[in-house]
Structure formats: structure tokens, C-alpha cells
């Protein structure tokens, strides 16, 4: 077993397993101790047949369940340091949402958007109301099963198919008509640009949601995107500070921070400070370089002109330097150099695997992806989206906006395969409450999964290795313990230096009456001691 940061984890190969925007499909690829995550991403890009590859991204979990995108830059090894490195997982996602999809120059990236976007609407991130969810939900359904047909499509034939995180028998209703009456004769591709059309002009869209809290301390939940930051509270959308209003974005300590410019007529611009507490301090952080990196990305005209960013986690913890590293959204658009025939699209029909039993085997990296390579899904996915019918009403009114439910389970040390292809099996659940509506926190399924959430998490601390214990040690001694130590030899020297100098500043500022009185009543007794002692240990 290959430890990072051991000398033999420079020059060996390390196997990862790279997770793709259908969780059916896997890569396992290799990597050297001193590639670069561009390597990685080039990879896997060559498997998938990309060239646009700036709007994609890997992401992973650390040891503490806190997300992290991998900087293309940096080596791969020092952006997770103290893993194992004999079970590495990281999963593909689009980084960049377009602000339009449809200004691609090939399908094939547009394709991959879609699977992004379909992944959205399952996990709650892609919220929308009524009407919108059964549309996308039957664009899915028309694009991987066809044309109705009621010999195969009988009775509710949408009740096995996961589509909508939460999903009642009310949308599944609304998902058949519309794809028995309203898509027939559509085929894959133009559904699922109807679907792109109808989800790039959502709210959320583009939006991986963050729980935060307001300076009154209500739960929110804050988004960004190419147009700006966004914050939610419920089904209800309470800011939109675009990009360009927002004058500086920082963070001090669990504190994220957006300096604005707001305009409240015509004439006058008034700047304000605007402050949202995170649970973490490693979630401020990782907010904050989100929303640096989509800021830099659509706003900036090329990735030259791009500054270092540098911004401070509080008094007691260092600060982080950020350093944007790709190209940004102009130049890709502007870029002429892809001449290539457009390739065509092998689609993965997902939800006719869903009730599948045949388990998922990862691809290695030199395997075509294709239709008939790919694994299927375990019988008991279905068992990871618990909060769904048994949990929630089902009221329609209930259903205006979709439950929002966070990806962070892409560990990078996964004990088996199958915790490889579930990403969302055991993770803290950030609804998004409806302010209309009220959820059936008596029922029983409900104190269950809250049972079983807890007997969980008691299990995962319980079963933590003692090198986590220590790691925590070495990182409170890192952020609490050396600045303080820092700090005090720091104001010792100044004072030494103000007292012993001859300068005739520093002559001048001992005349201060109360440098004055600090000077003869604490300093020079406790030099003298100081002195004392020390020349009495020399003589003795």
C-alpha cells in the first residue's frame, strides 16, 4: 500500500477510479505521483470523446465529508494528501454550467450537459415547480424509452423509474400524459434540447446549493452560477447579486463574505457588506473558491488578465492563496481551432436499467465507451433515495419545489465497488423547505430514516481510525496553537525593539506616559529578572 507524500508515491503508478455522470459508467485509470490534474481530466475527456473540456471538472470527498474540486494545475497527490492510495474515487461533473448550451460547437459536450442537468433534477439541485418537473421528467421518458406505447407501457409504467427526487403519483400522471400526448415522434436528440431549453432558464440552474445562515441565523441556501450569487429560503429565491455588482468576495473563518455594489435609483450607488455563516470552516473555504473560480470564468474577457486572489480564513488561521488556472468562457467561445467532424452521440439508456441485478464493472481506461460496454446498476440502487414517496406527502401542493439533496459522498477511500457507483447512499440530507408547505415529520417512515441517519453517522464515527484522531491533532496545532505562538514572539520582538532601540522615533514614543509607566513597571523588573537569573546560571 502506497502512502501520499512517501517517497515511492513519486515515481509508482496509482490506480483512481474516475465515476461518470451516469453512475453506471466507470473509469479506472492511473496516474503518476507527479501528474498534474489536467492529466486526469485529459483522460478522461479522451475516453468521452471531448474537446470542450473546460466546462468538466473532478471532484472528491475528503475524510471529513467536505467537497472539493481538483485545480487542473496541481499535482494530483497534493491535493489529497494522507489518503490510502489503493482506493482513490473521483467523479466527472460539469464545473461550468453555459449560459447557453446551445452555443456549443458540438452535440457530443451538449450531451454531457444534458446527463449533468438530468442528475440535477434526481438529487433535488434542479428544482422547479409542477408543471416544469413533469415536462423535464418527460422529456427523460421519451428520450430513453421512445414513443408510448401501451403494450409495453401499461398502467404506471413511470412508478420503478426514479426521475424526480421526489416523485408522487400526481407528477407521474402529469410525465405520462405529456410524453403519451405531447413528445410522440420526438426523437432523443430533439427531446433533450426541449429539455435543455426548459432548464437553462431555471433559477437553479447551474446551481450546486450551499447551507448557509443569514446574520438572524435563518437557514438559507446559497447557489452560484454564470449569472451571480443566489440565495434560497425555501421555494423561494431571496437574492440575486449578479457579477456585476459583486465588487470582492472573501472569508473569515466560517464567515462568507460579498462586498456589493447595489443601485437604489439612478443617481446613487451604495455599497454594502453582505455576511453568511457556513457550518465550516472548510465549506467557507470551498465556497469561496467556487464562487472565485464561476466569477473568473464568465466575467474575465481571457485567462491572462486573470489576478492571483489571496483571502484570509480569521486572526488565528492562514490564509489561502487562489490561482485560476484553464482558460475562460470568451476565449472557448472564440476558439476556431476545433475543425473536427462532429462526432456522434452514443446515448446510455439509464432507466431501463434501474430494476436491473447485474452489478457495475468499472471500465479500464483503454476500453471504448459505448452502448453495449457499459455495466448496469445494482437492484437495490433504489434503496439511496429513501426521502422520496413514503416520507413526504402527497399533496400536489406539496411538490412546488423540489428537495434539495447534496452529492458529497464521493469518498476518495471507498471500501467496495458498490460505494463507488452510489454517491448519495449515506449523506447529510439539506432540504429545501417549501414556506407552504408543511412535511409529515410524525410519520413513521420519517423518525425512521431520521433513526437510521443517526445509527449511521454513530457507525462512521465508531469506526474512525486513531491516524484520524492524530490528523485532527496536528491540524488544531496547525491553525490555533502555532499563530498563537507566532503572534506573542511576534509582539515580544516589537516591544524589545521599542525599548532597546535609539532611534529617535522610538526615543520619542518611550516618553509616552503610559509607554512610560508599561516601561518601569513591567518591562524593565522583568528584564532585570530575566538578566538576573540568566547571568547567575552563567556564573554558577
Not at 421518458?141 to 401501451?150: F, I, K, R, T, W
Not at 459583486?246 to 473563518?253: H, R, W
Request: positive net charge; charged residues 25%; aromatic residues 10%.
Amino acid at each position: 500500500m502506497i502512502k501520499f507524500n512517501s517517497k515511492n508515491s513519486v515515481n509508482s503508478s496509482i490506480k483512481c477510479t474516475v465515476r461518470l455522470l451516469e453512475d453506471t459508467q466507470l473509469l479506472e485509470l492511473e496516474f503518476q505521483g507527479n501528474d498534474k490534474c489536467s492529466f486526469l481530466i485529459d483522460r478522461v475527456c479522451e475516453q468521452l470523446n471531448l474537446i470542450e473540456k473546460d466546462y468538466f471538472g473532478l471532484r472528491y470527498v475528503d475524510n471529513k465529508r467536505q467537497r472539493h474540486w481538483l485545480e487542473p494545475s496541481k499535482s494530483i497527490i497534493k491535493q489529497i494528501r494522507d489518503v490510502e492510495a489503493d482506493n482513490i474515487l473521483f467523479s466527472f461533473r460539469v464545473k461550468f454550467y453555459p449560459p447557453n448550451p446551445f452555443r456549443l460547437k458540438e452535440d457530443i459536450t451538449r450531451y454531457q450537459i444534458y446527463l449533468q442537468l438530468k442528475r440535477d433534477l434526481l438529487h433535488g439541485r434542479l428544482y422547479c415547480n409542477v408543471p416544469e418537473a413533469a415536462f423535464l421528467g418527460a422529456c427523460i421518458l421519451q428520450a430513453e424509452l421512445g414513443d408510448y406505447n401501451p403494450d409495453e407501457h401499461i398502467d404506471n409504467y413511470v412508478n420503478e423509474l426514479k426521475i424526480l427526487l421526489k416523485q408522487t403519483v400526481q407528477l407521474e400522471e402529469k410525465m405520462m400524459d405529456i410524453h403519451k400526448n405531447e413528445l410522440k415522434g420526438k426523437t432523443a436528440a430533439e427531446v433533450e434540447t426541449m429539455f435543455l431549453k426548459k432548464a437553462c432558464v431555471l433559477d437553479t440552474y447551474g446551481i450546486d446549493p450551499h447551507a448557509v445562515k443569514d446574520q438572524r441565523g435563518n437557514q438559507l441556501y446559497l447557489g452560484i452560477n454564470h449569472t451571480g450569487i443566489l440565495t434560497f429560503q425555501g421555494s423561494k429565491k431571496i437574492n440575486h447579486f449578479s457579477w456585476p455588482q459583486v465588487q470582492k468576495i472573501n472569508y473569515e473563518g466560517k464567515m462568507f463574505i460579498i462586498h456589493v455594489i447595489l443601485n437604489e435609483d439612478q443617481r446613487i450607488k451604495k455599497k454594502q457588506t453582505i455576511g453568511f455563516k457556513c457550518p465550516k470552516g472548510s465549506s467557507c473555504r470551498h465556497v469561496w473558491k467556487c464562487a472565485m473560480e464561476q466569477m473568473l470564468f464568465f466575467t474575465f474577457p481571457s485567462s491572462s488578465e486573470v489576478p492571483n486572489v489571496v483571502s484570509g480564513g480569521g486572526f488565528f488561521s492562514w490564509g489561502t492563496k487562489f490561482k485560476y488556472s484553464g482558460r475562460v468562457e470568451r476565449e472557448i467561445l472564440e476558439d476556431t481551432s476545433i475543425i473536427r467532424e462532429s462526432p456522434s452521440v452514443t446515448r446510455v439508456g439509464s432507466l431501463r436499467r434501474k430494476a436491473s441485478s447485474e452489478p457495475s464493472t468499472p471500465l479500464v481506461g483503454n476500453q471504448t465507451l459505448g452502448s453495449n460496454s457499459l455495466p448496469r446498476s445494482l437492484s437495490n440502487s433504489g434503496e439511496e433515495y429513501n426521502t422520496s414517496k413514503d416520507s413526504f406527502s402527497h399533496n400536489e401542493n406539496s411538490h412546488t419545489v423540489l428537495e434539495t439533496l447534496l452529492e458529497d459522498q464521493e469518498s476518495c477511500t471507498p471500501k467496495t465497488k458498490q460505494d463507488a457507483i452510489h454517491e448519495d447512499t449515506k449523506q447529510n440530507h439539506f432540504i429545501l423547505e417549501n414556506q407552504t408547505t408543511v412535511t409529515d415529520s410524525s410519520s413513521p417512515s420519517f423518525k425512521q430514516g431520521i433513526l437510521n441517519h443517526q445509527l449511521s453517522g454513530q457507525k462512521h464515527f465508531e469506526n474512525k481510525p486513531l491516524k484520524k484522531n492524530v490528523s485532527s491533532s496536528m491540524s488544531f496545532l496547525r491553525h490555533y496553537i502555532l499563530p498563537i505562538i507566532l503572534t506573542l514572539f511576534l509582539i515580544l520582538m516589537i516591544v524589545i525593539v521599542v525599548f532597546e532601540s535609539n532611534f529617535d522615533l522610538l526615543i520619542t514614543v518611550r516618553k509616552i506616559p503610559e509607554i512610560a509607566f508599561f516601561k518601569s513597571n513591567y518591562y524593565d523588573p522583568g528584564k532585570e529578572f530575566l538578566m538576573g537569573r540568566f547571568l547567575r546560571s552563567k556564573l554558577f
